[in-house]
């Protein structure tokens, strides 16, 4: 079992940064690729970045190439999105997910967070 912990959302203008954090605990987190999605209101949940387990490959939407960035720190047990030039499209409920699988789809991820809610306001 690896749990998850999301922190870092909040509201912010357009334009502006956020960096949310996701912290395992449980298994060895070094050994799980772990992917963030997001759900805005009335909408399905979608796929956002993903990063392998050993951190070599990295995966984005179209819509968030270029202004967010996917990481992790497994000596911390962490993973971390930085999302800059943030757009009210960008608003959305956050979830941090971790599995072997690597990927986008979204039922092949066994774990997830709670979730952390990004507001960004024009």
């Known amino acids: 079992q690896v749990q998850l912990v999301e922190s870092g959302g909040g509201l912010v203008q357009a334009g502006g940064s956020l960096r949310l954090s996701c912290t395992a605990s449980?298994?060895?987190?070094?050994?799980?690729?772990v992917a963030w999605f997001r759900q805005a209101p009335g909408k399905e949940r979608e796929f956002v970045a993903a990063?392998?387990?050993?951190?070599?490959?990295?995966d984005y939407a179209d819509s968030v190439k270029d202004r967010f960035t996917i990481s992790r720190n497994n000596a911390n047990n962490t993973a971390f999105l930085q999302m800059n030039s943030l757009k009210p499209e960008d608003t959305a409920l956050y979830y941090c997910?971790?599995?072997?699988?690597?990927?986008?789809?979204?039922?092949?991820?066994?774990?997830w967070g709670q979730g952390t809610q990004v507001t960004v306001s024009s």
């Open positions: 990063i392998s387990w050993v951190a070599g490959k990295t």
């Open positions: 449980g298994r060895t987190f070094s050994y799980y690729a």
């Open positions: 997910a971790a599995d072997r699988y690597w990927g986008r789809r979204i039922a092949s991820y066994d774990y």
